[in-house]
């Protein structure tokens, strides 16, 4: 698709990533410059979290959320399986209100939509839409953790695993040639550069003025924390492999990686395993309720062993969630059976009366 109308051929993007990365700052730029992202109507309105619009379409948002709910998953606990849960039998009625939703949008040449748990539904959308491009929206795991933080939805550790997760899933489920890595950081720098970095990863041809435009909504208030704060994390361990992705993430988005690590180690080589690796905070604060210690060493064995019991325990409360939405939805079922025996009691009983 040509944005000045012409059609070569019909262009569809998913704008994903991990919750407070950027995604919507991006959508808007990228609806700036001619995708079709709904009707205003059909947009999540504004509010103080996002006040320029969080550029979600409501029913692809109500999807991907009754889409995690069916195999027992959320937006913070992501599908047990990455890849054949979209097989389960009780996506079938969801899948077709998305195929019907998805050819909503065939009068489009140029459309797409926004929401971060794409990250952990996109196997099922590229199924329906085999040709679909995903922009990943990627922002420090450290600035990620603080945001959320700030608004009360986690603690540090939760939310840099689960950093981690959505990427995993999303470079798992879209191939390099069907993604295009943007980093959050990069348009505070040169917003139009990336910009058009992007557009020509996605094949399109958008004039000049117009990205220029589209970037003018680029205000330094949208950046809500500035660079990696360390402090978000008491303690600051975080284990190689989110540096290790993160670091990928980086060179695949053209970043770099030097200025991209703020706030990590400068030991690159560092430990092989996922032991945590030590950012350079001030002071010995205790993490998650663990004691200070002097011993490094001592310290990251504590740790460690603290976050493969939180990975055990994440597990069990996933089991735990699947079983109980499974009850919840034998409960409803057989309380419409008891609600048909009274309403047929009822007549019946009405009938009795009159006789």
């Known amino acids: 698709a040509r944005y000045d109308g012409r059609i070569l051929a019909m262009t569809t993007i998913c704008i994903a990533g991990m919750h407070r990365s950027g995604t919507s700052m991006i959508a808007r730029l990228l609806h700036e410059c001619g995708v079709y992202l709904g009707s205003a109507s059909e947009l999540v309105p504004a509010t103080p979290d996002n006040e320029d619009g969080h550029w979600e379409h409501l029913r692809f948002l109500a999807l991907n959320i009754a889409i995690l709910a069916r195999v027992g998953a959320g937006w913070d606990l992501p599908p047990s399986v990455p890849l054949r849960w979209k097989d389960h039998p009780s996506l079938a009625p969801i899948r077709s209100e998305a195929a019907e939703l998805v050819a909503g949008f065939r009068g489009h040449a140029l459309w797409g939509w926004k929401d971060p748990r794409s990250a952990l539904t996109l196997p099922l959308w590229l199924e329906l839409i085999p040709d679909l491009q995903v922009v990943v929206c990627v922002r420090h ?114 970043t770099d990686w030097e200025e991209a690590r703020r706030g990590f180690s400068s030991d690159e080589a560092g430990p092989t395993d996922d032991r945590p690796a030590t950012l350079p905070l001030a002071g010995n604060t205790p993490v998650m309720g663990l004691p200070a210690s002097p011993d490094p060493t001592e310290r990251a064995d504590h740790l460690w062993a603290h976050s493969m019991t939180l990975s055990k325990q994440l597990r069990e409360m996933r089991d735990q969630c699947a079983t109980l939405l499974t009850q919840v939805v034998q409960l409803r079922q057989r309380n419409a059976f008891l609600e048909a025996q009274v309403a047929n009691l009822t007549g019946q009983n009405k009938v009795d009366t009159a006789e």
């Open 141 to 254: 795991p450290l600035d990620v953790a603080g945001s959320l933080i700030d608004r009360g939805g986690s603690s540090g550790a939760f939310a840099v695993n689960l950093w981690q997760e959505y990427y995993r899933r999303i470079l798992a489920a879209a191939p390099p040639e069907k993604r295009v890595v943007t980093h959050y950081e990069v348009y505070f720098q040169d917003s139009q550069r990336e910009l058009e970095r992007v557009l020509n990863r996605l094949g399109l041809a958008v004039p000049e003025r117009v990205v220029e435009n589209a970037c003018a909504a680029v205000a330094p208030r949208l950046r809500h924390r500035r660079g990696a704060s360390p402090s978000v994390l008491q303690g600051g361990e975080i284990p190689l492999s989110v540096v290790d992705l993160y670091r990928d993430l980086c060179a695949e988005a053209g």
